[in-house]
């Protein structure tokens, strides 16, 4: 037996064992529902209603996809309706013109819809909120009336006719199950682990992610293109079902629909758009009962029940039904908590990678308009140091620190470490060379618990942790992610709240947040951190806490600049400080001496001593 | 044993009350369903149905007794729909389906895969009907081609310029592919061509370019809807110019968008299959008594200008009435309904008299259940319409009663 045969099995037995470990009731429930799914149409007499009990499926398959952009990345798009028509009219295309074989024009319809996806991605990706879902509503529209204007390409109002598929309508629902459970498996795996946390935390707070080095653009742009090729792959699908593709059924309504039952069944769990879809067919057939009774377009009363069913849903929170029932299950049922799957997961104490050199600044400059907020700072932070930025407010300290970590780009100078510059380095890129910094306002991901907020941190260093690798749990992903988990709990427990890790960060007191922001920083194995008011709004307590963590720090070898107004807290900890005003640093050295400095005196107008 | 022996003896006796010596002939039921546009043009949706409700409703043949049941599918217009439509009705067991006609590219198969015939009562696009390659559809309603080229020949000797003007729907779309065969001998006939979107609220920009093309007349196929938009962008602009149409002219809705300028709806001329025959107008009198007694009159909702409120006259309705009379004598031909392949093989050896008094039935040559010169011409005038007088079939017709 070949070496990578037996490491093979002996993946695939640890992965028995620990499925039978990690079964639950929960497990056997959902594996009794699928089976019975599964066996449905042998057992029941269905026969007549496949056709539409596929369509159904394949919807859904679509409204997981769209969960993938709007529950994990945070993407509110309302164009998924598009994406369905553009791999529907690349299926039917391929198919009826080009007389393509099943499978290659999947696999086109597929490409063509992710290429689709990641060019609406990119072109709303600079977009927030309201914008993203304004610019899917517009590209919803764009497909259809493209579609409508050139009949000749779609087969305008009669649609594109596809050849006759030997796939039954009982084979597409049998399919269409299989790749709903996928769909929903794959957004089980993702949503827990480095993926989807890396994008939880880029939902969250954006800023707070790209400081620790998420790469938050390319993971929404990933997120929303596979949104779209889940969608184009059932779109593909249900074009060959209908064996007609036709204009007029990927409207803007689709896109809308299959929103709707996002929201309303939970974005953030991936049966949530199941369940939306089933109450927004129940409507349907409601509506169809309330039409001819009371003789109303069905349609209109179809929209009208959805859109209610969805204000009701906001009213109620957003969270969805499923949530909601979730919620109220745990109440009336409440179990008991789970033991943490962190058994072999032992802390270590946070590590500075190999530091020998300083980060070096010079000559940064930055203005905004008129206003000159930092001037020709120099800056020297050594490795087993605390450096102290102080100075009044609007003096320029953030934007130094800024400048330092990559978040803003400087009109002149330069930042360095180890004598290998920095300046074309985004935020990311320089959180790998080891420079961190932390924002000034608490910078935590509030739905995410004290572990998982670490865990985004100590994602950066990991090189087998992408989306596809997590799905198929290699060797080497698994390995890593254990290291990576180890690395988060060591810095909870160098900050003292390894105790809380299950708690959901936003639970935590405002001094519990500084720390874990200190934690999750520490878990990305920085060289220079740059803490932006640390010890804001701490108790004398808690001030002494954090001086004694920071002094560990400093012990450990990492370069640490503190910008604080606290200045006995900065004489508790700092080496030497460098104070600014007016964005010019006007006196650098120990505080003592600094603080004999009539500048300095006179920035800090009204103090005597400082 | 005494316990057991009287209800035994019950039994008995009612085993005795209930038989008989010849087993009661069961009358079972037929679905035929009516696959058409409810939601989205409700005239039109409803006509199709009614009419072949109004057929007959029961067949004796040698297999037993049929009730006819009907059940209406909604299509909204949309090829998808109309297509799920079909495979419904097929699961829901339909031994024939009356289709307005979108989606029947593909919808065809389907039935045809389950023996189940399909007849088109409205729409009339060319390769809709194929006897040879699609031998379950047949059509009872005038083809794209006869009106197309029916136009063609009443509008070319007019030294007209026309501008084409078609929207995007199906029936659009279709009548776009007749009219460029019809008008290819008379290119010189046509001064543009312009593709407008179906339910388009402001038709106003393109009439404005087709006025600018020196267009003398307007030819509009689309939607009622679409007729209604460029009539009343033309007149509000000024333009008197002469509006041609398919049938869809004659759809109330026309009328009804334009009810607050009836002078804008005079002169507007459409042409459709003609409602009255060589026999007279008395078959379709009958047709139309039959009618108005079963589903009352269908008040279009304006008036003349003497202030009588202007009907409907069921002239639609009367392709799907016939479709029923046709399949009902097929269905007795074949002796039932168990093979589907039989009944449609006897749908080309059945006529009936028709509704008009024409006799109607297909062949295994022609699937045409309206021969393509069945198309007559009428004109508005005070939101009534009349046959025209410059026409030679038209000339001759009666004009129907449309005022109550």
Same mark, same amino acid.
């Given at each position: 037996m070949?070496v990578?045969?037996?490491?093979?099995?002996?993946?695939?037995?640890?992965? /028995?064992?620990?499925?039978?470990?990690?079964?639950?009731?929960?497990?056997?429930?959902?594996?009794?529902?699928?089976?019975?799914a599964?066996?449905?149409?042998?057992?029941?007499?269905?026969?007549?209603?496949?056709?539409?009990?596929? /369509?159904?499926?394949?919807?859904?398959?679509?409204a997981?996809?769209?969960?993938?952009?709007?529950?994990?990345a945070?993407? %509110? @798009?309302?164009?998924?309706?598009?994406?369905?028509?553009i791999?529907?009219f690349?299926e039917?295309?391929?198919?009826?013109?080009?007389?393509? %074989?099943?499978?290659?024009?999947?696999?086109?319809?597929?490409?063509v819809?992710?290429?689709?996806?990641?060019?609406?991605?990119?072109?709303?990706?600079?977009?927030?909120?309201?914008?993203?879902? !304004?610019s899917?509503?517009?590209?919803?529209w764009i497909?259809?009336?493209?579609?409508? @204007? &050139?009949p000749?390409?779609?087969g305008?109002?009669?649609?594109?006719?596809?050849?006759?598929?030997?796939l039954?309508?009982?084979?597409?629902?049998?399919?269409?199950i299989?790749?709903?459970?996928?769909?929903?498996?794959a957004?089980l795996?993702?949503?827990?682990?480095?993926?989807?946390?890396?994008l939880?935390?880029?939902?969250?707070?954006?800023?707070?992610?790209? /400081?620790?080095?998420?790469?938050?653009?390319r993971?929404?742009?990933?997120a &929303?293109?596979a949104?779209?090729?889940?969608?184009g792959?059932? /779109?593909?699908?249900?074009?060959?079902?209908?064996?007609?593709?036709? %204009?007029?059924?990927?409207?803007?309504?689709?896109?809308?629909?299959?929103?709707?039952?996002?929201?309303?069944?939970?974005?953030?769990?991936?049966?949530?758009?199941?369940?939306?879809?089933?109450?927004i067919?129940?409507?349907?057939h409601?509506?169809?009962?309330?039409?001819?009774?009371?003789?109303?377009?069905?349609?209109?009363?179809?929209?009208?029940?959805?859109?209610?069913?969805?204000?009701?849903?906001?009213?109620?929170?957003?969270a969805?039904l !499923?949530?909601?029932?979730?919620?109220?299950? *745990?109440?009336?049922?409440?179990?008991?908590?789970a033991?943490?799957?962190?058994?072999?997961?032992?802390g270590?104490?946070p590590?500075?990678?190999?530091?020998?050199?300083?980060?070096?600044?010079?000559?940064? @400059?930055?203005?905004?308009?008129?206003?000159?907020?930092?001037?020709?700072l120099?800056?020297?932070?050594?490795?087993?140091?605390?450096?102290g930025?102080?100075?009044p407010?609007?003096?320029?300290?953030?934007?130094?620190?800024? +400048?330092?970590?990559g978040?803003?780009?400087?009109?002149?100078?330069?930042?360095a470490?180890?004598?290998?510059?920095?300046?074309?380095?985004?935020?990311?890129e320089?959180a790998?060379?080891?420079?961190?910094?932390?924002?000034q306002t608490?910078?935590?991901?509030p739905?995410?618990?004290?572990?998982?907020?670490? +865990?985004?941190?100590?994602?950066?260093?990991r090189?087998?942790?992408?989306?596809?690798?997590?799905?198929?749990?290699?060797?080497?992903?698994?390995?890593?992610?254990a290291e990576a =988990?180890?690395?988060?709990?060591?810095? +909870?427990e160098?900050?003292?709240?390894?105790?809380?890790?299950? *708690?959901?960060?936003? =639970?935590?007191?405002?001094?519990?947040?500084?720390?874990?922001?200190?934690?999750?920083?520490?878990?990305?194995?920085?060289?220079?951190?740059?803490?932006?008011?640390?010890?804001?709004?701490?108790?004398?307590?808690?001030?002494?806490?954090?001086?004694?963590?920071?002094?560990d720090? *400093?012990t450990?070898?990492?370069?640490?600049? !503190?910008?604080?107004?606290?200045?006995r807290?900065?004489?508790?900890?700092?080496?030497?400080?460098? !104070?600014?005003?007016?964005?010019?640093r006007i006196?650098?050295?120990?505080?003592?001496?600094v603080?004999?400095? =009539?500048?300095?005196?006179?920035a800090?107008?009204?103090?005597?001593?400082? | 044993?005494?316990?057991?022996?009287?209800?035994?003896?019950?039994c008995? $006796?009612?085993?005795?009350?209930?038989?008989?010596?010849?087993?009661?002939?069961?009358?079972?039921?037929?679905?035929?369903a009516?696959?058409?546009?409810?939601?989205?043009?409700?005239?039109?949706?409803?006509?199709i149905?009614?009419?072949?409700?109004?057929?007959?409703?029961?067949?004796t043949?040698?297999?037993?007794?049929y009730?006819?049941?009907?059940?209406?599918?909604?299509?909204?217009?949309s090829?998808?729909e109309?297509?799920?439509?079909?495979?419904?009705?097929?699961?829901?067991?339909?031994?024939?389906?009356?289709?307005?006609?979108t989606g029947l590219?593909?919808?065809?198969?389907?039935?045809?895969?389950?023996?189940?015939?399909?007849?088109?009562t409205?729409?009339?696009?060319? #390769?809709?009907?194929?006897p040879?390659?699609?031998?379950?559809?047949?059509?009872?309603?005038p083809?794209?081609?006869?009106?197309?080229?029916?136009?063609?020949?009443?509008?070319?000797?007019?030294? $007209?310029?026309?501008?084409?003007?078609?929207?995007?729907?199906?029936?659009?779309?279709?009548?776009?592919?007749s009219?460029?065969?019809?008008?290819?001998?008379?290119?010189?006939?046509?001064?543009?061509?312009?593709?407008?979107?179906a339910?388009?609220?402001?038709?106003?920009?393109e009439v404005?370019?087709a006025r600018?093309?020196?267009?003398?007349?307007?030819?509009?196929?689309?939607?009622?809807?679409?007729?209604?938009g460029?009539?009343?962008?033309?007149?509000?602009? #000024?333009?008197?110019?002469?509006?041609?149409?398919?049938?869809? #002219?004659?759809?109330?809705?026309?009328?009804?968008?334009?009810?607050?300028?009836?002078?804008?709806?005079?002169?507007?001329?459409?042409a459709?299959?003609?409602?009255?025959?060589?026999?007279?107008?008395?078959?379709?009198l009958?047709?139309?008594?039959?009618?108005?007694?079963?589903?009352?009159?269908?008040?279009?909702?304006?008036?003349?200008?003497?202030?009588?409120?202007?009907?409907?006259?069921?002239? $639609?309705?009367m392709?799907?009435y016939?479709?029923?009379?046709?399949?009902?004598?097929?269905?007795?031909?074949?002796?039932?309904?168990?093979?589907?392949?039989?009944?449609?093989?006897?749908l080309?050896q059945v006529?009936?008299?028709?509704a008009?008094?024409?006799?109607r039935?297909?062949?295994?040559?022609?699937?045409e259940?309206?021969?393509d010169?069945?198309?007559?011409?009428?004109?508005?005038?005070?939101?009534?319409?009349?046959?025209?007088k410059?026409?030679?079939?038209?000339?001759?017709?009666?004009?129907?009663?449309?005022?109550?």
């Open positions: 070949s990578a045969m037996r490491q093979t099995v002996s993946a695939l037995a640890l992965g /028995g064992r620990e499925l039978r470990g990690a079964w639950s009731r929960r497990a056997t429930l959902a594996t009794i529902i699928v089976g019975a599964l066996v449905a149409p042998a057992v029941l007499p269905l026969s007549g209603r496949m056709p539409d009990l596929a /369509g159904f499926v394949y919807l859904a398959v679509a997981v996809g769209l969960a993938y952009a709007v529950g994990l945070g993407i %509110p @798009s309302l164009g998924q309706g598009a994406f369905l028509g791999g529907a690349a039917a295309i391929a198919r009826a013109k080009g007389g393509w %074989p099943l499978l290659p024009s999947l696999a086109c319809a597929v490409l819809t992710a290429a689709a996806g990641t060019l609406a991605g990119l072109a709303t990706g600079r977009l927030r909120g309201a914008f993203v879902a !304004v899917t509503w517009i590209l919803s497909v259809v009336l493209t579609l409508t @204007s &050139f000749g390409i779609s305008g109002a009669q649609g594109l006719v596809l050849p006759q598929s030997r039954t309508p009982t084979a597409h629902y049998e399919l269409g299989v790749l709903l459970v996928l769909a929903v498996l957004y795996v993702l949503a827990p682990r480095a993926p989807g946390l890396a939880a935390a880029a939902r969250e707070r954006p800023q707070a992610a790209v /400081g620790l080095g998420v790469p938050v653009a993971l929404r742009l990933g &929303f293109a949104s779209a090729a889940i969608a792959l059932a /779109g593909a699908l249900s074009v060959e079902l209908a064996q007609i593709a036709d %204009p007029s059924t990927y409207g803007p309504f689709l896109s809308f629909k299959l929103f709707v039952a996002v929201v309303l069944g939970g974005a953030r769990t991936p049966l949530g758009p199941i369940a939306g879809l089933l109450v067919s129940a409507f349907s409601l509506a169809e009962q309330i039409g001819s009774l009371r003789g109303l377009p069905p349609g209109r009363v179809e929209m009208m029940l959805t859109g209610y069913g969805l204000l009701l849903v906001l009213g109620l929170g957003g969805g !499923v949530p909601a029932a979730w919620k109220w299950w *745990r109440r009336v049922r409440p179990s008991a908590p033991p943490a799957a962190r058994s072999t997961a032992l270590e104490p590590s500075a990678i190999a530091n020998r050199e300083p980060l070096v600044a010079r000559g940064l @400059s930055k203005r905004f308009q008129s206003l000159l907020a930092l001037d020709d120099d800056l020297e932070l050594e490795p087993g140091t605390i450096h930025l102080i100075g407010n609007g003096s320029g300290k953030t934007t130094a620190l800024r +400048l330092l970590a978040d803003l780009a400087p009109d002149s100078g330069t930042v470490v180890g004598g290998q510059s920095l300046d074309a380095e985004p935020q990311r320089r790998l060379h080891g420079v961190v910094g932390t924002e608490t910078g935590i991901f739905e995410l618990t004290v572990l998982e907020s670490a +865990l985004v941190g100590a994602g950066l260093r090189h087998y942790g992408g989306a596809l690798r997590t799905l198929l749990q290699t060797p080497k992903a698994r390995a890593e992610a =988990e180890r690395r988060a709990i060591g810095a +909870l160098f900050v003292g709240l390894a105790e809380n890790a299950d *708690r959901p960060a936003g =639970e935590l007191s405002a001094h519990e947040q500084r720390l874990l922001m200190l934690a999750s920083a520490l878990a990305t194995e920085p060289r220079a951190l740059l803490l932006d008011e640390p010890a804001a709004g701490a108790s004398p307590a808690e001030l002494e806490h954090l001086a004694d963590l920071l002094a720090l *400093r450990k070898g990492l370069a640490l600049l !503190v910008i604080e107004h606290n200045l807290f900065v004489r508790r900890v700092a080496d030497t400080v460098t !104070v600014l005003a007016a964005g010019r006196a650098s050295g120990t505080l003592d001496a603080a004999e400095d =009539e500048l300095v005196r006179a800090y107008l009204g103090r005597s001593r400082i | 044993m005494q316990r057991l022996a009287i209800p035994l003896a019950l008995v $006796l009612c085993a005795g009350c209930g038989g008989s010596d010849a087993p009661k002939a069961k009358t079972k039921t037929l679905l035929i009516v696959n058409a546009p409810f939601s989205r043009t409700p005239y039109l949706g409803q006509t149905a009614n009419g072949a409700e109004l057929a007959a409703t029961a067949i043949t040698k297999d037993g007794e009730r006819l049941r009907f059940k209406r599918y909604d299509t909204g217009l090829a998808g109309a297509v799920a439509n079909v495979r419904r009705a097929v699961a829901d067991g339909a031994v024939a389906i009356i289709d307005e006609g590219n593909a919808s065809w198969r389907i039935a045809a895969d389950a023996d189940v015939p399909i007849c088109v409205y729409q009339g696009g060319e #390769g809709l009907v194929d040879t390659k699609r031998p379950n559809v047949f059509r009872i309603a083809t794209d081609h006869g009106t197309a080229f029916r136009l063609a020949e009443y509008l070319v000797p007019k030294k $007209l310029k026309i501008a084409l003007v078609i929207d995007d729907s199906t029936y659009g779309q279709e009548g776009l592919k009219l460029r065969r019809s008008f290819a001998e008379n290119p010189e006939a046509v001064a543009m061509r312009l593709s407008v979107p339910g388009a609220a402001n038709l106003a920009p404005l370019r600018r093309s020196h267009a003398t007349a307007l030819l509009v196929w689309g939607e009622p809807g679409t007729i209604a460029v009539v009343s962008a033309a007149r509000a602009s #000024g333009w008197k110019v002469p509006v041609y149409t398919p049938a869809t #002219g004659g759809d109330p809705l026309v009328r009804q968008q334009l009810a607050n300028h009836p002078d804008w709806v005079d002169g507007l001329t459409f459709t299959g003609r409602p009255t025959a060589e026999v007279g107008p008395g078959p379709f009958s047709f139309q008594r039959l009618y108005e007694e079963r589903f009352g009159v269908y008040l279009v909702g304006v008036k003349t200008p003497d202030g009588a409120d202007v009907v409907q006259p069921p002239d $639609l309705a392709y799907s016939d479709f029923v009379n046709v399949l009902s004598a097929a269905i007795q031909r074949a002796g039932g309904v168990k093979d589907g392949k039989k009944v449609i093989a006897a080309n006529s009936v008299p028709g008009n008094g024409d006799h039935g297909f062949n295994e040559r022609n699937h259940g309206v021969v010169d069945d198309v007559y011409f009428a004109r508005f005038e005070g939101m009534t319409y009349q046959p025209v410059d026409d030679p079939l038209s000339r001759n017709l009666t004009a129907l009663d449309q005022t109550r």
